[in-house]
C-alpha cells in the first residue's frame, strides 16, 4: 500500500488540525494519542517534493519530507500552545535532521502551522522555549510552510500500541510516552 494524499481533508467542524514533526513518528503519535482533546492522530509525510510518498522513498531522506504527525484536536479542550508545549519537552529540538540513532532531514524537528494564527503561536512558542532554557544546546527546530501531508501507509498508524513489545518501541518510544506522562499527568486522557 502506498500512502495518500490527505492534504485536502478539513478537520471536522469544531476541530483544528496541528502538523508537527518531532523525529520518528512513532514517537510523537504515541505521545499526542494519550493526551486530553486529542481526537485522532495520523502519522505521515509532509514537506517533500515528490507526491504520493511511501516509507521506502522517505528513508532515503532526498523527498524532503519529514516524519510528522497530523494531530486531530479540540481547541475548547486543548490549544495549539499546548501541544507545542509538549512537542518542546518530548523531542530533541537541538539537533539537526536526527532523533537520537535516526539520521537524516526525515527525522528533522519542524512545525507545519495550518494559517496564520498558528504561524503567530508557533512563532511565540518557540522563542518562548529558547527563552526558557529547557535545552543545553540551541533549538533548531523550523517553521515551515503548510504542505501536503501524505498520511503513512496502514502499519504505521498505532504502531506503539499495536507493537509495544518491538524492540524500537521499548527502547525508544516507550521512554518518550513515560517521559510525557510523567510531566503532563495533568493533561492525560481519563478512562472513560
Known amino acids: 500500500m502506498t500512502s495518500t494524499d490527505a492534504a485536502a481533508v478539513s478537520p471536522p467542524e469544531g476541530k483544528s488540525h496541528a502538523v508537527l514533526a518531532g523525529g520518528c513518528f512513532w514517537c510523537t503519535e504515541a505521545i499526542y494519542a494519550e493526551m486530553q482533546g486529542v481526537e485522532q ?42 501541544l507545542l508545549d509538549v512537542f518542546w519537552r518530548t523531542h530533541d529540538p537541538t539537533t539537526l ?46 517553521i515551515e510552510p503548510v504542505a501536503p501531508f501524505y498520511v503513512a501507509e496502514d502499519y504505521h498508524q498505532d504502531y506503539f500500541a499495536n507493537n509495544p513489545d518491538q524492540g524500537y518501541c521499548v527502547a525508544v518510544v516507550g521512554p518518550k510516552v513515560q517521559k510525557f506522562r510523567a510531566l503532563f499527568a495533568d493533561k492525560l486522557k481519563t478512562a472513560e
Open 97 to 142: 535532521n536526527r532523533q537520537g540513532a535516526d539520521v537524516g532531514t526525515q527525522y528533522r524537528s519542524a512545525i507545519f502551522p495550518q494559517d496564520e494564527e498558528q504561524e503567530r503561536v508557533a512563532r511565540a512558542s518557540l522563542a518562548a522555549a529558547g527563552e526558557a532554557g529547557l535545552w543545553d544546546d540551541p533549538i533548531v527546530t523550523t
Open 41 to 82: 492522530v495520523e502519522s505521515g509525510y509532509t514537506g517533500g517534493h515528490i507526491k504520493n510518498p511511501g516509507y521506502r522513498e522517505i528513508c532515503t531522506g532526498r523527498t524532503g519530507h519529514a516524519e510528522a504527525v497530523r494531530i486531530t484536536f479540540d481547541p475548547g479542550v486543548v490549544s495549539y500552545g499546548e
